[in-house]
């Protein structure tokens, strides 16, 4: 059976380029480390895992190590994965591990549910051998200090005194198979409320794939959510390459007032990364060749 050439895209958020030199290390070496495994013969499921546990231990993102706090000082996060065969896991608002992505997988993998949340995917995880693990950072916790001094509310905080800062990791990888899989994972917008959910663990919302593609969205959850983002681009790639497909997304996007970017790959490796906010930090590496954020 003839191979298909493979890629990935990954991306580190769609809020502003705070630490780009930091955010580019990060991405182009899990990108690689995917890429590696994909030219290896591996499977792009085994890529976006691997790709997503090495962005959430590099701290400048906002995943696993280095999550944002909420508004009451804890780190909850949240992750999916998708295989464009419709299998999916999640977990949402949990806390203490090291690999959300790896949980989620988990779920996908040895549940027959989709989704698990607090301290059921933190039990989940106990049971599954995964040891406890504080993703708390010092330069986190400092950000949430000041930040923290300046909003106004007690305990509703209006998103926009607190959504200014979005670095969701997401990764899309294709196989020699011709598998698309997609992963994605965040800790939430700094200072949000404990328990809120957004996107990034909803089908759909933050990830999608199907025979057409596969897209993961980084930026403002709750819009994200309320607009399907990634599977509507997923299904604009039904009719139209990759490209065309992000640009449709994220005007679509744009109209409804949704801050955010989105980085996929349709059936034939074409590349989707498009962003409507002041900046996208992503790197793909497709046919050998690597691009990566200016
Ligand atoms: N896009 C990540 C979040 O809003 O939680």
Redesign the pocket.
């Known amino acids: 059976m003839k191979k298909t050439a493979c890629a990935i895209i990954v991306n580190g958020g769609a809020g502003g380029l705070n630490f780009p030199e930091r955010r580019r290390n990060g991405l182009v070496k899990a990108a690689s480390i995917g890429y590696s495994i994909l030219k290896q013969g591996g499977s792009s499921l085994d890529a976006v895992e691997r790709t997503s546990m090495l962005l959430e231990d590099t701290t400048v993102f906002n995943a696993g190590t280095g999550s944002y706090l909420n508004l009451v000082g804890e780190v909850e996060m949240?992750a999916s994965i998708m295989t464009d065969k419709m299998e999916f896991g999640a977990v949402a608002a949990m806390k203490n591990v090291r690999y959300p992505i790896s949980v989620a997988r988990l779920v996908m993998e040895k549940t027959d549910h989709l989704l698990l949340c607090g301290q059921g995917a933190t039990k989940f995880a106990r049971i599954m051998g995964i040891k406890p693990y504080n993703p708390e950072t010092k330069e986190k916790r400092r950000l949430w200090q000041r930040k923290k001094s300046n909003i106004k509310h007690s305990y509703f905080p209006k998103l926009k005194e607190i959504?200014d800062s979005?670095g969701?990791i997401g990764v899309v990888a294709i196989d020699q198979n011709g598998l698309i899989s997609v992963a994605n994972s965040?800790g939430?917008?700094s200072l949000?409320m404990p328990g809120?959910?957004?996107?990034?663990p909803v089908i759909g919302g933050?990830v999608y794939a199907d025979k057409h593609g596969g897209v993961t969205?980084?930026?403002?959850?709750?819009e994200?959510m309320r607009h399907l983002l990634s599977f509507r681009a997923v299904c604009f790639m039904s009719s139209y390459r990759a490209r065309i497909a992000g640009k449709m997304a994220i005007d679509y996007a744009t109209k409804y007032g949704c801050r955010?970017g989105l980085v996929g790959l349709d059936k034939k490796g074409g590349i989707l990364c498009a962003n409507n906010t002041r900046a996208m930090s992503w790197c793909y590496i497709k046919n050998g060749r690597m691009r990566v954020f200016k």
Request: net charge negative.
């Open positions: 949240d959504a979005y969701t965040t939430g917008i949000n809120r959910v957004g996107d990034t933050g969205a980084t930026g403002h959850g709750e994200i955010c």
